[in-house]
């Protein structure tokens, strides 16, 4: 059996140099690759002569991680394991990609990890039960944050998933850096927890900005457990939501005063 390759550029680029068609089962990487040059020393090359060993290495790698399954299984699995780029909708030459780049772009990481691993990520961060109850983190108050925890598409259920929060930043202090997750978080779907939660406070001189948190997430019934490390960033303002008006985050305590003097008093704030 042959895995027919062509090659792609950096950002996932089709340069239409290199050979496309219906007979391709995949792209990988053939632009600026760097190798060794005659004489000494490393340059950069182009051609799929680099696209076809990068590939062929990717299968003895899966192989080598599934010694037991079949040769058809591992190409299989190799070609469905890719992921998809916006050039394979797109032309060359007015001719166009589509159907003539394979599945998508080689990725080792899913071939040997989908469907045994999870892959999680952080696509929200909520402010719950702060002491004035407007859902924004002030200086002095301590804060209930929630997390929404996404599984990608075509990995493997989470299990058993537990979030610790960590900082170098000694504006806030953790009173609760652990939350676990009840159920498990499905492929393709995301998740955050009813009850459980971080408990968070921030000192009442601390400075106003970002504060620099790594979650680590980890998954899993038996070893080797799933983990991973994700940057979040944690939002210490003296903005008032709701007040004086309902629905604006007002970034400023509101003044009342009669400024232009026509014996009426307004109301000034920073939106």
Known sequence: MIISVTATGGGDNFGCWATAGTTVDLC????????????????????TSFSSPITAGAVALV???????????????IITTTDEFSDMEGSCNAGSLVGMLGSGRLNINKALSAGIFPSLSIIGV???????????????EQVKIKIIVENGEGWADAENVVATISTNDDRIA????????????????SSFTLIDHFLVYAF????????????????????????TDIEIDLSLSLNQFGYPVTGMNI??????????????SEIYFRQ
């Open 204 to 227: 009442p001189d601390a400075q106003l900005g970002d504060i620099p948190c790594t979650v680590h997430l980890v998954a899993g019934t038996e070893s080797p457990f799933y983990e």
């Open 126 to 140: 909520n402010y719950q039960n702060d002491d004035d109850g407007d859902g924004v983190f002030n200086p002095g």
């Open 28 to 47: 990988a990487p053939g632009e600026n690759i760097t190798t060794t040059s005659l004489g000494g020393g490393y340059g950069a090359a182009w051609g």
């Open 63 to 77: 192989w080598s991680k599934f010694p037991i399954e079949s040769q058809e299984w591992v190409m299989d699995r």
């Open 174 to 189: 953790f009173i609760d850096n652990v939350i676990e997750f009840d159920n498990p978080i499905p492929a393709g779907g």
């Open 251 to 264: 970034k400023s305590s509101p003044m009342i005063a009669d400024l232009d003097g026509n014996s009426y």
